[in-house]
């Protein structure tokens, strides 16, 4: 019988694909609107640790159903460095836990169903007023019409079985063969990458098994690759982030492969295992149910998303306890002169100090410092030096970061059992801190401007000037008390930035576009001077050093 490949094939398959992918887009969509933001604040809350990491990733995986959402969402919390590497690695792990649910729920034979209900939650979404309503009705006609295009897709492939030259090429990649498995596993992994969902290829694979175009097992063999696939998402959503973001993709990379691996070697007695535990419950995916005269096979779907459960439940557990291997060997990659220092993270601000007054106050006086130090980069930045961070909107946000656990402990240092004055020491270092965050987001400034404008050569000697004066007294408030810096040999006596201003504006060579350009830089280095000079005046409303080795009597 002759086949209307147009008809009966192409129709109902790229129809039923795109139905598919618009109901994971839907569903996704609608469960982001109603919750993303509170999941992403408690994302960050709870994952501290890698167990509670894999807990959160599995969850919240479970919920919006799409581990790629969720590694990208993770990958830009590792780079904003509200989750640490370690965390993340976690939290990943879990996201592949996590996706296998939805896997296991669109392998039900729900397809007229799916159909129906989407029809009803697209009339409650035209209809409903209230947002909430809508986002809901959204979400439940995604995950309706997961179902249906699953099931057009499983009758778009039913003819591939009358054309001979079809099922000769896909005869070769049986998974009779170790060489077949791993091909089947690529070809998964190159169709993954390509859309960007494994739930879409895992789908697809459904169809090809239940209309019996391909064997159950190596329907299984092509899920598996999936699960590589996917890594490309997160890898590609982390190629301009932080080095830390970009780690936290290669872990999920590395995670997936080294599973994928693991598998691959055990698949025969994974598949044995499998078809035991399937007759367990009287279930056989070879086993054929004629519909419309046409033998198909509704039991492949459902082990091929009992197999990629389990898969990814025994990938958890034989490398979650190797977390800690993959954030030290990943802390390695790509580690240069600029990656000695991470300017996201606190080096002298401990829980256990934290109860400690004597132990604090100089920890945070020391952190301060080197916000201070991550702040001067800025102008480095604004200088053009070879050694200055390379993008600036990343340190920008390293240093915010810091910024942010600098607060948090200095706010959490007032006890009931402190006196005076080691309260209004706590108070003057909160001043100190708010001043030091407000000075680096003016240095961002002073940074930006001056990478952003093309200055001539006569304006340059302006800039230069401002910003070597500026670089000075951030050298002085950035060192430690005990060991203030030399001055440095200067050409003659520096002019204030309002002698500089006026110089611009009376400068008649300079371009009005470029007056107008450093007349703004010189505006936000005239703050940060401002700011440097409260800081100083901060630190000198208190004796610290005193004050800091006093205790307090029981």
């Not at 035209?126 to 979400?139: D, G, H, S, V």
């Not at 990649?173 to 498995?181: A, E, K, R, T």
């Not at 490398?319 to 991470?342: I, N, Q, Y």
């Not at 945070?364 to 130090?373: G, N, P």
Request: proline fraction near 4%; charged fraction near 20%; aromatic fraction near 6%.
């Amino acid at each position: 019988m002759e086949v209307d490949i147009f008809k009966e094939i192409l129709v109902p398959v790229i129809g039923g694909l795109g139905i598919f992918l618009l109901g994971l887009e839907f569903m996704d969509s609608g469960i982001q609107a109603l919750s993303v933001n509170k999941m992403r604040e408690w994302l960050a809350k709870v994952a501290g640790t890698p167990v509670k990491g894999l807990m959160a990733g599995t969850v919240i995986t479970g919920v919006i159903q799409s581990s790629t959402a969720m590694t990208v969402m993770t990958v830009g919390l590792v780079n904003a460095g509200v989750l640490s590497l370690r965390s993340a690695i976690s939290v990943i792990m879990g996201a592949n836990i996590g996706t296998t649910l939805g896997n296991g729920l669109i392998a039900l034979p729900l397809g007229p169903i799916g159909l129906l209900f989407s029809g009803i939650f697209a009339c409650v979404y035209c209809f409903a007023r209230k947002e909430k309503t809508k986002n809901i009705a959204l979400a439940s006609m995604g995950f309706s019409l997961i179902f249906y295009g699953l099931n057009l897709m499983t009758g778009g492939l039913k003819p591939l079985r009358n054309m001979p030259e079809v099922m000769a090429v896909l005869q070769r990649l049986d998974s009779s063969n170790i060489l077949g498995v791993i091909s089947c596993a690529l070809i998964a992994a190159l169709i993954t990458a390509m859309i960007h969902s494994s739930s879409a290829t895992i789908g697809i694979v459904m169809g090809l098994g239940a209309s019996g175009v391909l064997p159950w097992q190596t329907a299984i063999a092509f899920a598996i690759g999936a699960d590589l696939g996917t890594t490309i998402t997160s890898w590609i959503a982390s190629l301009n982030l932080s080095k830390n973001a970009k780690r936290t993709a290669y872990a999920h990379i590395a995670f997936n492969f080294i599973g994928v691996c693991v598998v691959l070697a055990l698949f025969f007695p994974a598949i044995r295992v499998l078809h035991w535990g399937l007759g367990l419950f009287g279930i056989d995916p070879a086993r054929a149910v004629m519909v419309d005269g046409q033998p198909t096979y509704p039991m492949v779907p459902v082990a091929v998303g009992l197999f990629s459960i389990v898969f990814n439940i025994f990938n958890v557990c034989i490398l979650f306890p190797f977390v800690g291997t993959f954030e030290r060997v990943l802390s390695k990659v790509g580690a240069d002169k600029e990656d000695e220092e991470d300017w996201s993270t606190p080096r002298f601000l401990t829980v256990d100090s934290r109860g400690v007054y004597a132990q604090a106050v100089p920890a945070v006086q020391q952190e301060i410092r080197r916000q201070l130090a991550a702040a001067a980069l800025f102008v480095d930045i604004a200088r053009g030096k070879e050694d200055a961070p390379k993008e600036i909107d990343e340190h920008a946000e390293a240093v915010d970061s810091l910024s942010r656990e600098i607060r948090a402990y200095s706010a959490h240092l007032f006890t009931d059992d402190l006196n005076r004055e080691q309260m209004d020491l706590v108070a003057s270092l909160i001043e100190e801190v708010d001043f030091t965050s407000a000075l680096t987001e003016q240095l961002h400034q002073v940074a930006r401007r001056a990478q952003r404008e093309q200055f001539s050569p006569a304006s340059q000697v302006f800039l230069e000037e401002a910003l070597e004066k500026l670089d000075q007294q951030l050298e002085v408030v950035g060192a430690p008390v005990q060991a203030k810096p030399e001055p440095r040999p200067t050409d003659g006596a520096q002019r204030s930035v309002e002698s500089l201003r006026w110089q611009v504006i009376d400068t008649p060579s300079l371009p009005a576009g470029e007056k107008g350009a450093l007349l703004a830089i010189l505006g936000s280095i005239e703050r940060s001077e401002s700011l440097v000079a409260r800081i100083q005046s901060e630190r000198a409303s208190v004796d610290r050093g005193i004050a800091a080795m006093e205790t307090t009597e029981a």
